[in-house]
């Protein structure tokens, strides 16, 4: 079965820093990864998303993550982090069945002035 | 466009008794997906359903807890003789079809005294 892992539970960054996020999979097949949002009392939001081709994916607000096969991992990055990005984000990777989404525990953001 | 909408938003209830949490996906979305959302557990899948074909349960972790899907649309999320440890946000999401990105609504919080 697939699962997620986010090694970092909490990330505290200063206003204007740049924010990388860790994500590592386990599939046996080639992943359907994705990056959500969570702002508190929200529901997910969409980041961005890898189905195949180019490994390097652009997302919204900025955001782009880079797949690498090679140590299972799906990392999300941002330049410059702005105070409005303080949420919590969770990677996730498609089930085999193309259903259910396997979410990793999460990583909460936050942003120092 | 309008995305998926849930209610209630919140839900406060007492132990022993039946609640039924509704979802609306976005018009045209055949696949629909229910998640809870608790502290122990962090994200976890419910249900399912694509089309007209039987729903996906494998993820409902009792009995207790059933949903249905009326005319390809809305779906309700029924907890019956509800324990605390149901407490949890409970969210919707829909998608296109199986393999495209899930767009999530804003979940409802359920609380049991």
């Known amino acids: 079965a697939q699962s997620v892992t986010q090694p970092d539970i909490h990330i505290t960054v200063s206003e204007g820093a740049s924010l990388e996020l860790r994500c590592n999979y386990s599939?046996?097949?080639?992943?359907?990864l994705f990056w959500y949002v969570q702002s508190p009392g929200q529901g997910l939001q969409l980041l961005l998303k890898y189905f195949s081709g180019d490994t390097l994916v652009q997302g919204i607000k900025g955001f782009e993550a880079e797949f690498k096969r090679s140590q299972s991992s799906f990392n999300l990055r941002k330049p410059s982090v702005h105070w409005s990005d303080a949420a919590e984000y969770f990677c996730a990777v498609l089930g085999d069945a193309g259903n259910m989404l396997t979410f990793g525990g999460g990583t909460r953001l936050m942003v120092k002035p | 466009g309008a995305g998926v909408s849930q209610s209630p938003s919140n839900k406060v209830t007492e132990k022993g008794k039946d609640v039924e949490l509704r979802c609306d996906p976005i018009s045209g979305h055949t696949a629909l997906y229910w998640y809870r959302q608790s502290l122990g557990q962090g994200l976890e899948f419910l249900i399912y359903?694509?089309?007209?074909?039987?729903?996906?349960k494998s993820g409902l972790p009792s009995d207790r807890f059933s949903a249905e899907r009326t005319g390809g649309s809305v779906s309700t999320l029924t907890i019956q003789r509800t324990q605390q440890e149901d407490s949890a946000v409970y969210l919707c999401?829909?998608?296109?079809?199986?393999?495209?990105?899930?767009?999530f609504g804003d979940g409802t919080r359920l609380s049991i005294l």
């Open positions: 359903f694509q089309g007209n074909s039987a729903p996906d």
């Open positions: 999401a829909s998608s296109t079809d199986t393999d495209q990105p899930q767009h």
């Open positions: 599939y046996g097949a080639t992943p359907y």
